[in-house]
């Protein structure tokens, strides 16, 4: 199965007060005509919406919470791909075609990129190792590896859960329901800003027992208590 290269896709990116970062991204995907862009904010107080109005972008506004804005702009999206993409989160290169070559696989349903964090040094390239082998061997992508989906299916599967945390994995948990899940040979570079503010071990293993907790069954809500708490 081939997807027509006239198949429209529509970006979505969340926003509350991501004016140190949303202006680069909005400069970068103006090299991709054609692209729809959507910057979905729940109640930023600082120039974020400023700079969004001054770029080719749709702006939606809302009450905050990445999952309701994430649904909010996926709602006012026409395009028949949708990808959902953080602010500190740059794509690759053409990616207009590898999303469109990765969703052409046989029953294939949602993608994503691989990830690459934008440090130096051996702990972050363990990370990136670390989150790309589960990606690949549980076909578990996280929202900042920008993932995508044709918008039949991301209704289909309901959405994203309104839930503090991890609605990410849980809207990939759905998908899978429904087909396959296939990961770009092309890296995502997202920031490590949470790395380096709270140090790499740490980060890790609170990122870990919260992946293992939500899995085991308990409640985001109380997880995310501790992920805010960190």
Request: net charge positive; charged share 25%.
């Amino acid at each position: 199965m081939t997807i027509p290269k006239t198949l429209h896709i529509s970006i979505i990116i969340p926003t509350l007060n991501e004016e140190n970062d949303l202006e680069s991204l909005l400069s970068s995907l103006q090299a991709y005509p054609g692209i729809e862009i959507i910057v979905t904010d729940g109640g930023s107080s600082d120039r974020t919406l400023d700079i969004a109005r001054r770029y080719p972008a749709r702006v939606v506004s809302g009450p905050a919470g990445r999952a309701c804005q994430l649904n909010r702009g996926a709602g006012q999206a026409s395009g028949d791909i949708l990808l959902f993409l953080h602010c500190d989160t740059t794509l690759p290169e053409e990616f207009p075609v590898h999303v469109r070559n990765v969703l052409a696989q046989p029953e294939t349903v949602a993608g994503a990129f691989r990830l690459r964090l934008n440090a130096t040094g051996w702990a972050y390239r363990l990370i990136e190792m670390g989150a790309n082998i589960r990606t690949r061997l549980l076909r578990l992508p996280y929202g900042d590896q920008a993932l995508f989906i044709r918008k039949n299916n991301f209704i289909r599967a309901g959405g994203f859960p309104e839930q503090p945390l991890l609605e990410d994995l849980e809207m990939i948990r759905r998908v899978k329901r429904i087909g396959r899940i296939r990961i770009s040979s092309e890296y995502a570079i997202t920031s490590a800003r949470r790395w380096r503010q709270l140090g790499t071990i740490r980060t890790t293993l609170v990122n870990q027992v919260i992946l293992v907790g939500y899995l085991c069954g308990i409640k985001a809500e109380k997880l995310a208590r501790l992920y805010w708490r960190e």
